[in-house]
């Protein structure tokens, strides 16, 4: 008794063979691009830029130090009130009040920073934007910098 078998042709394991010939394909064409990838994290002046950072933050240190600034936002007067502390009575201080518009820096405005016998300076709004604002006063007294800055929403 002979029994003819029918010799039938699976696909089955042929296709899992070039699946997974397929899938390490893929992984070794991302692994070589990964591997080919230019990853500098840090940038050719770095330490430069990090003495700025801290020159900065030593500025920012000074300022809370000094008493800080007040900086009060007066809409019924469309002005920005700044206040130096009375650490500051009697320095000849010099700066700058930038007025940044984080949505749109062709907004910004620069002004010079000119203090009156209160230490304070009034700053109008009327020409500004509604919405939100930073006001950064970078400044100089008695040869010493100071820096601060607040978010205020213009209305």
Known sequence: MTTDKKSTFILWPYAIVVAMILFMGYIAMFVY???NQDVDLVSKDYYEQEIKYQDHIDKMGRTQAAGGVAITYKPEAKAILLQLPASFEGKSVNGNITLFRPSDDKLD???PLQL???RSQLVETKELQTGMWEVRIDFTADEETY???QTIQVK
């Open 33 to 35: 691009k990964a591997m």
């Open 116 to 118: 009156g016998r209160d």
């Open 147 to 149: 820096y601060t800055k």
């Open 109 to 111: 405005h620069q002004l």
